[in-house]
């Protein structure tokens, strides 16, 4: 079944200088990470441990913001601007890569780390790779 | 396969006062109605009938920011409090209403809209649907 | 100096239904509101207490979300409907409540939590009477 | 009187790396350019030219978006990444220039694109002086 992102992109009947599939790929990463970051923020919240968790929190709720914002920006194609898209698509890589390391480094302790950590890799890859064909 | 939100809820030690399932796929509809709504706004703008669009063009930017908001509140569960909740997913299911009222007056002509309304009817009905297990 | 918000409203030609030195005031509150909450969400995690400031935490980014929604939707006049802006309105008071109290009960601790119960009660109050002039 | 923002950074106690006053005086133009965006989009709306401004529409949009997002961000000091933090401002003034250049060519048309121009350009100057300092 294809993701409300991917239809909804189907109806656009103006062109559009990327891939479709791929930007529905990438779109559907971003929620995904916004979405794990956000649970993960609040799981992390909830642990006994909390005090050797803040940095992950702190890390994750950067992460969701930047992934939101992103996909956001990439669902717009009126008066495409690549400047914007490809600033914010690195910003956003950063992101992703910071939040994977710092969940990477609890997913042995906390589960929600580590399917938070996955997220994060899966969304920062798609960003690289959506980058890659933008130059 | 789970969505990500499911698995994240999964790995909630804490209790939750609500059906986990139900929980995510709630969550997951205002995600997927954020999201439509966002590229709908923006398909609106592309029409060179525009100006007959800027009532769904407003209704759209409200729906995916309420249910941006609401899929966060819902995804936090440590010091639960149900007022904030209920009430937030009151306004939620108004936006979600009068969003899917006004795509479904276009949706004849805008494919666009025929979809963004469908998301929006989904997600009113998981809103609804939760409120009346929360009283 | 009148703020951005006020000079803005004064650019807008159509008509709006409500008060606009009003409606400014109550937007910037909002603003204010979500940046103190944005801060004191952080400032709790940096605390060597943060074990006993988590439901301040959590209470702080609903309330930030939430605050931040409502001055959006508070902002278009297109398409008005004042069964969303009444609804999102009661939400927004009701987050606003319960973070001032969860923050007032911080307050003789922490600086951060009394600066931010303080801008939680005056958006709390501006909100409720933006609403008495809705009904 | 000060900001909310800056009252809030003064009550921080452990050290961050950039100067208080500065930082605040970019959130609040973070903040200020993000308001000025969001009503400038709807008041783009209610113009009888709307077709002619879809582009500004859009580029407010992301503006706001990324401003928003961008404040959060610099609002957070636990576990501070100064990696996120930059390639996050330097998305940020491209948005701001963008918009603000957009604007421009319609603020001698309508009041609230030379008001938003203002805003932007401010934006634009304020995150570039703070990249300025952070390398």
Redesign the interface.
């Known amino acids: 079944m294809p993701?409300?992102?991917k239809?909804?992109?189907d109806?656009?009947?103006?062109s559009i200088n990327l891939d479709r599939a791929r930007l529905a790929a990438v779109?559907d990463a971003l929620?995904?990470c916004a979405?794990?970051c956000?649970?993960?923020?609040?799981?992390c919240?909830?642990e006994?441990m909390?005090?050797e968790l803040?940095?992950?929190?702190?890390?994750n709720?950067?992460c969701?913001?930047?992934c939101?914002?992103t996909?956001?920006?990439l669902?717009?194609?009126?008066?495409y601007?690549a400047?914007?898209s490809r600033?914010?698509l690195?910003?956003c890589a950063?992101?992703c890569k910071?939040c994977g390391d710092?969940c990477a480094g609890h997913a042995g302790m906390?589960?929600?780390c580590?399917?938070?950590a996955d997220?994060c890799r899966a969304c920062e890859r798609a960003c690289r790779d959506l980058l890659a064909t933008m130059s």
Chains 1, 2, 3, 4 share one sequence.
């Open positions: 993701s409300t992102t239809s909804m992109l109806t656009y009947l103006e779109i929620n995904a979405q794990a956000t649970a993960c923020a609040d799981a919240l909830s006994d909390v005090a803040t940095k992950c929190v702190r890390t709720l950067d969701a913001d930047i939101t914002t996909a956001r920006v669902s717009r194609h009126t008066g601007d400047n914007i600033s914010l690195e910003a950063a992101a910071a710092e906390h589960e929600h580590r399917v938070c997220a």
